[in-house]
């Protein structure tokens, strides 16, 4: 696929790289040319170019573009000039950063498809993490559902998932397990390990201590599975 | 039985995931040996795995504390403290 990355600050260099990494065509720009030359060698284009420049910017056949990424949001006016550059020049899909609430939504109302707010969705999953240390990870899907990712509480260790029963007691749905296999290295006789994801794991699944649970269901109930 | 010996046993039970078993022979070996390099490591690794993660980043330390230079646990520290 081919993507368009606006602004490298920290987040969009993150994004630039790692769609590049994934073997995605990719052209960053950033009106920076030091932010520019930090990423050159490692994405398919880079260019020096203000992205609120129209007429540059409609020369780079924006259209083309399956994704256009705009990843500024200190800059407020700056995003959205460039959104509406974009979106006029008739980029396929808009993906947008927010700094702020009212930045996003002024950048649903030029008809972003996406937007992002980097901030306060890490800054959730942090509180989250910290919040229960037996939480890895934390993904609000709607108001009502969320998928968490939790440690195996002690109390299931050596059971399967057919005899604790998550769907029936808590209304929760195992969709995968995340597990630290060791592994015995024959020519240095040192332990390693290697990560394997059981995805949909199935009722004769037996959990071991440090299984990762990933789960899927209504919040409060997941709120409930925590305190165990 | 000789420290090579309960080395091997808590091996064994570590790769069988018997956590529990492996976790006590590496202990064991601490008892007769406290600054076990193998034991510490491999102790540090277990909990590691078993996503205890204070307990890992405190044995990664102390085989730093006996081996500075050692790069394999360094990384592991550095690893669990991004988390």
Redesign the interface.
């Known amino acids: 696929m081919q993507f368009l990355v606006i602004g490298l600050g920290r987040f969009g260099k993150a994004v630039a790289l790692t769609l590049a990494s994934k073997g995605h065509e990719v052209l960053a720009i950033d009106k920076d040319e030091s932010r520019v030359t930090e990423v050159e060698d490692k994405v398919s284009q880079a260019l020096v170019i203000d992205s609120t420049n129209e007429k540059a910017m409609k020369s780079l056949g924006i259209s083309d573009f399956d994704y256009v990424i705009v990843c500024m949001s200190s800059n407020m006016e700056a995003s959205i000039l460039t959104t509406m550059i974009v979106k006029d020049s008739g980029a396929k899909k808009v993906v947008a950063k927010a700094g702020t609430e009212v930045h996003a939504k002024i950048l649903k109302r030029i008809g972003v498809d996406k937007v992002v707010f980097p901030e306060a969705e890490m800054g959730q999953r942090v509180a989250e993490s910290l919040s229960s240390p037996k939480i890895f990870d934390y993904i609000e899907l709607s108001e009502d559902y969320s998928i968490v990712e939790i440690?195996t509480p002690d109390v299931f260790v050596g059971k399967t998932l057919a005899e604790i029963d998550l769907r029936k007691k808590y209304g929760l749905q195992v969709i995968a397990i995340r597990r630290?296999?060791?592994?015995?290295n024959e020519d240095t006789?040192q332990?390693?390990?290697d990560t394997k994801v059981i995805l949909a794991p199935g009722p004769d699944q037996e959990l071991?201590?440090?299984d990762?649970l990933v789960v899927l269901g209504e919040t409060p109930k997941i709120e409930q599975f925590k305190k165990l | 039985m000789k420290i090579e010996d309960l080395l091997e046993e808590a091996k064994f039970y570590f790769v069988s995931q018997k956590y529990d078993l492996a976790e006590k022979f590496f202990k064991e070996v601490l008892k007769k040996e406290p600054g076990n390099k193998e034991a510490l490591f491999n102790l540090a690794l277990l909990y590691e795995v078993t996503n205890q993660f204070d307990q890992a980043k405190e044995y990664f330390e102390r085989v730093l504390e006996v081996d500075p230079s050692n790069k394999e646990a360094r990384d592991h520290l550095d690893k669990l403290t991004e988390l």
């Open positions: 440690v630290k296999v060791p592994h015995l006789g332990v390693g390990y071991l201590k440090g990762i």
